[in-house]
């Protein structure tokens, strides 16, 4: 039997988990790497902030007058 060969409670039937290891362990083409993300905050998510506490406080003031 073929099931042998697959540790007990590790067996991925249609093989994603191997298939995405493949992928996310190749090596960046042309021997480059792609450049590391800043590790500081993006300015999209604090636009996003700001915009919902905008929104928040509009609803509260819109349900308080």
């Known amino acids: 039997m073929a099931d042998n060969q697959v ?3 590790n067996h991925d039937p249609a093989g994603s988990t ?3 290891r493949a992928f996310v362990d190749e090596p960046a ?3 480059r790497q792609a450049p590391a993300p800043s590790s500081g905050p993006r300015v999209g998510v604090i636009v996003g902030v700001i915009a919902a506490v905008v929104v928040v ?3 509260v003031w819109l ?3």
Do not use: E, N, S, T
Request: no cysteine; charged share 0%; glycine share 20%.
């Open 7 to 9: 540790p007990q409670g």
């Open 18 to 20: 191997q298939m995405f």
């Open 29 to 31: 083409q042309g021997g």
């Open 57 to 59: 406080a509009a609803v």
């Open 63 to 65: 349900a308080l007058a």
